[in-house]
């Protein structure tokens, strides 16, 4: 019962930007789209997240459809600190739980 | 930066026998959690602690687990008789509100 869909996989040549697509095509008014990573099998670790609007921090760049069916993660410089595992998830925000997909596999190559 | 504090980073146990997990959450955090995840698998939701009471748990967190803030900076999971399929990397996280999880870097549990 996914909630999202995101590749398995994908490369990425280092110091080029990473775009990282996420369909979400049931999502609710009220569910926010986060983004997490996970460094070989550290704990994950939040990035960004968002409700309509586009959105930036010092790691990534968020930007939602207008339909909010779907979002992309923008690495802007990616290194070769950034290959991970990237997960997807939709969420409102009184719900306590994160619901982890497979996520996609993201390899920086020098 | 803060960091959720996990111990051990690796416990071995018999099957059979009790292990508790410590964290130490960030220490503003009020919302504090445990997920673990089996090797290749997806990481799973537990349970959830806010305002020293569980607030929702998973169906895998059976009678065989519990989950204590025995004081004001630790907060535990407890597996009562571990099971092989219990071997897991378990992470802690704690939050400042229902969003914006910082997790520690887990430990791995491996019940033989």
């Known amino acids: 019962d996914a909630k999202t869909t995101q590749p398995p996989s994908m490369d990425c040549a280092e110091g080029r930007a990473a775009n990282l697509p996420c369909n979400h095509s049931?999502?609710?008014?009220?569910?926010?789209v986060y983004w997490y990573r996970q460094i070989h099998s550290q704990g994950p670790q939040y990035i960004i997240h968002?409700?309509?609007n586009n959105e930036t921090n010092e790691m990534a760049s968020l930007i939602i459809t207008e339909d909010r069916k779907s979002s992309t993660l923008i690495l802007p410089h990616a290194t070769l600190r950034d290959t991970a595992v990237y997960y997807c998830i939709v969420r409102v925000n009184n719900d306590y739980k994160l619901s982890f997909g497979a996520g996609t596999t993201v390899t920086v190559r020098a | 930066e803060p960091e959720v504090t996990q111990t051990p980073s690796h416990q071995v146990t018999q099957m059979g026998q009790e292990v508790i997990l410590r964290c130490v959450p960030i220490s503003n955090h009020l919302y504090f959690y445990w997920y673990r995840q089996i090797l290749g698998q997806k990481v799973e939701f537990l349970v959830s602690f806010y305002n020293n009471e569980i607030s929702e748990k998973s169906e895998i967190f059976d009678d065989q687990f519990s989950v204590e803030r025995p004081d004001g900076s630790n907060f535990t999971l407890k597996i009562r008789s571990t099971k092989l399929e219990d071997s897991a990397m378990y992470f802690c996280?704690?939050?400042?509100?229902?969003?914006?999880?910082?997790f520690g870097s887990g430990t791995r549990l491996t019940v033989v």
């Open positions: 049931t999502i609710s008014g009220n569910e926010y």
């Open positions: 996280a704690s939050s400042v509100a229902d969003y914006g999880y910082t």
């Open positions: 968002g409700l309509k």
